[in-house]
């Protein structure tokens, strides 16, 4: 687990980087209290104590990542709190949870404050070391600050407000694949860079603490459903090396789809439940009300998870039947 | 890996787990007779079915080779005095697996010549069928791979069946253990003897000696030694654990499963190992009985590693004696590391079931001591198993208890305890020693 952790740093040093103190305070808020949730109610089912597992701070991490960088603070803690308590706890701690438990706490806020979380700001703004983003501080139970003129005062040229995949979605800007590649664009703290996620990800994969099969499966799925409608009318669809690296794909992919509590044990059932999540996401983001399909592709796919377990179940050596999942 | 499937490569199984080897520390080093210790202790049960009856009194002199027990009954094998001296006493002895056993007590003779009781030569070419059976029960053979089952049973195939192939286990795929390998290399004249008369007692039209990749030197040896005329050849298996288990041997070589609660006769085949065969070639040509065997005495704790042959009964205090045990030992395992056993006394005794004595340090057990976490159903076990259980969930049926559901959903009783499971749990979840405790308890309650 300390892997997955140490795979997670270069990710966030980069958000904190790109978005700058905000987003430093955004990880440490959803991963303390997300750890602090995690010892809560180990101690209240008298389990002992299951930080030293690390698990909770993966999911606080990967929370905070995939949040807005102004996202207020208060909603952050919130997000943890759900994501660990009603995502983990309640099903029995660590391996007993359906679903991840960080898509569970974005999906309450998601639900809870729609405004807030898809607010973005702009990338390498120029005092974000020096300043926070307004919204961060926002008081417990307050509606977060405007922040139009905040970034009106930036002076920054050309800021729509939008990420890349709501420009090319409903403007069909398609910005170009160098920058979501590398991740010089707004979006969610951790998504932004394709590449680092990518080179973090091959690296928890080559250490085997990740099922390469996952995130193999969920990239084919999103290419191969986007493949189609591009050939068809480039003006209007994305293309797929675009829906690739754009949004939370990459990260989704690598980091979320491939928790191994919510995805089948069966390396066949690995491969059936990544391209449904690909092909999910991307349909979602082409036909759905919603920009990202992410989320919702994985925590369906994990609902899916122990079903796709049993019907993958390897035949029992010797034996016309497979055991039960 | 299906998706690699178009690529060639070496026959195996599903599943498996690639353990690290060690066999390098032993791998070259030539068989030496290790010295008679100065009492032998020789167990009455060392194989699976019926023990041994003493057929020797106290006080009473033998020979070494001479019949000492005999068989009770078909699945029983007799005894044979490993060595010239007096029976000291008949009482229980300590035992690998815990309670203590009966067992005859034999004080060597050091001065004694130990040429070996020497009958007339029997008439092979001359025996009938169930003369050849009757034979190799009267040789005391079981099977030295570590499974320890009367060798004459297996010649017979149940009513209905005919045996068309024997398969020659030299897979040897325990870390550590190189005695199949030496024998492979050393004796493979007695090992092409054992496998005619094997040929001959089943009835069998051919037979294939199944060796893992990493004894290619083995194949090549054995493919130039084994003459032409013989409907006998040599073919390299991946290196794999458990590759050596009869069930996988035979589906990497002849494409087939054993049905559940089958035999290996249920799909034509019976599987001997190799360092058997060439105990069977080497002792029925001359009437004489099994008293010693090939060890493997080697790991971490041992200062000179090495392959021995053992008389029989030696107790491993003796045996690490004369290669040398450190001063930092931990655990003494008798066969591989990975379905071996942990001994609880250097008093028991090295016995017709094992292939080799494995030492480690004190340092190598803190993976015992490790911190168990919840299974994080990660599925490492479930790619592992070779006979395609759900380790997973039936480790969490174990933890409640549910035994009577892990045997009638999920094919408890299949497993052989190989070991995969627990190798590969990052949750350091002792799957292996949670599935041996069912199935103890499930048999319990049968009865």
């Known amino acids: ?325 | 890996m299906a998706l690699f499937s178009i690529f060639p490569r070496r026959k195996t199984f599903d599943h498996g787990i690639y353990p690290v080897e060690h066999k390098e520390l032993t791998a070259d080093k030539p068989i030496r007779r290790m010295p008679f210790a100065p009492e032998l202790v020789i167990p009455l049960e060392q194989h699976k079915g019926k023990p041994a009856i003493p057929t020797v009194r106290v006080g009473q002199e033998v020979v070494r080779g001479e019949p000492i027990a005999e068989a009770d009954g078909h699945v029983s094998v007799p005894m044979h005095a490993p060595a010239t001296g007096v029976i000291r006493d008949i009482a229980l002895a300590p035992t690998a697996a815990g309670p203590k056993a009966p067992a005859i007590y034999l004080k060597v003779y050091q001065a004694a010549s130990q040429r070996v009781l020497f009958d007339s030569a029997p008439d092979l070419a001359a025996m009938s069928r169930a003369e050849l059976v009757a034979a190799v029960q009267q040789a005391g053979l079981v099977g030295l791979g570590g499974a320890a089952f009367p060798s004459h049973v297996k010649l017979v195939p149940p009513e209905g069946r005919t045996i068309e192939t024997v398969l020659v286990n030299g897979c040897e795929c325990e870390p550590y253990l190189t005695c199949d390998h030496r024998i492979m290399l050393e004796q493979t004249a007695a090992l092409v003897r054992g496998i005619q008369l094997v040929l001959r007692a089943t009835g069998a039209e051919r037979a294939v000696i199944g060796v893992e990749d990493n004894k290619l030197d083995a194949v090549e040896h054995l493919r130039r030694e084994i003459p032409a005329d013989l409907p006998i050849t040599a073919e390299a298996v991946q290196s794999k654990y458990p590759q050596g288990a009869e069930r996988m041997l035979i589906k990497s070589l002849t494409g087939r499963e054993v049905p559940v609660g089958g035999l290996p006769a249920d799909v034509g085949v019976a599987v001997y190992n190799v360092g058997t065969l060439a105990q069977m070639g080497d002792l029925l040509p001359k009437g004489q009985g099994l008293i010693e065997r090939v060890v493997t005495v080697s790991g971490p704790g041992v200062e000179r590693p090495g392959n021995f042959m053992v008389p029989v009964g030696t107790p491993l205090r003796f045996l690490l004696e004369q290669v040398g045990l450190k001063e930092s030992f931990g655990e003494v395992i008798l066969g591989g590391p990975m379905m071996g056993m942990a001994v609880a006394s250097l008093d028991v005794p090295v016995t017709k079931a094992v292939s080799g004595v494995v030492v480690l340090e004190r340092e190598d057990l803190d993976l015992a001591e490790r911190k168990v976490y919840p299974c994080i159903k990660c599925g490492a076990c479930v790619e592992a198993c070779p006979i395609s259980l759900n380790p997973s969930v039936l480790g969490e049926l174990a933890q409640v208890r549910d035994y009577a559901t892990m045997a009638e959903h999920y094919h408890l009783d299949q497993c052989f305890e190989c070991g995969c499971c627990a190798y590969v749990c990052p949750s350091n979840i002792p799957l292996t020693q949670y599935f041996r405790i069912a199935k103890a308890i499930n048999r319990e309650d049968e009865q």
């Open chain 1, 1 to 325: 687990m300390r892997s997955v952790v140490l795979a997670l740093l270069p990710v966030s040093a980069f958000a904190v980087y790109q978005f700058g103190l905000s987003v430093l305070l955004l990880l440490i808020t959803t991963t303390v209290v997300a750890v602090a949730t995690e010892w809560l109610f180990a101690r209240l089912s008298g389990q002992g104590n299951t930080v030293s597992d690390w698990s909770a701070v993966i999911t606080g991490l990967l929370l905070g990542l995939t949040l807005p960088p102004g996202f207020p603070l208060w909603m952050a803690a919130v997000a943890a709190f759900v994501g660990i308590a009603l995502g983990k706890a309640l099903f029995g701690g660590l391996g007993y949870n359906v679903m991840n438990p960080a898509l569970v706490g974005r999906a309450f806020v998601q639900a809870a404050f729609p405004v807030a979380i898809t607010t973005w700001t702009p990338a390498f703004a120029p005092e974000r070391f020096a300043e926070l983003i307004p919204s961060t501080l926002t008081l417990p139970f307050m509606q977060p600050v405007p922040i139009d003129d905040w970034v009106a005062g930036l002076g920054l040229d050309a800021w729509s407000g939008a990420t890349p995949l709501a420009l090319q979605k409903f403007q069909q800007i398609e910005l170009p694949l160098s920058d979501v590649f590398s991740g010089t664009i707004a979006g969610s703290a951790g998504e932004t860079s394709a590449i680092l996620i990518l080179v973090c990800g091959l690296w928890l994969a080559w250490r085997r603490m990740l099922d390469w099969r996952i995130p193999a499966s969920v990239m084919a799925g999103a290419v191969l459903t986007a493949l189609p409608f591009w050939l068809l009318d480039p003006t209007l669809y994305p293309s797929p090396w675009f829906v690739l690296c754009s949004g939370g794909l990459m990260l989704g992919a690598w980091f979320m789809a491939s928790d191994m509590v919510a995805s089948p044990v069966t390396a066949r059932g690995a491969i059936i439940y990544g391209l449904f999540i690909g092909v999910l996401t991307v349909i979602i983001r082409l036909f759905g009300g919603l920009v990202e399909g992410v989320m919702y592709a994985i925590l369906l796919a994990n609902a899916l998870g122990p079903l796709i377990s049993g019907w993958t179940q390897p035949r029992v050596y010797g034996a016309g039947s497979r055991p039960k999942a």
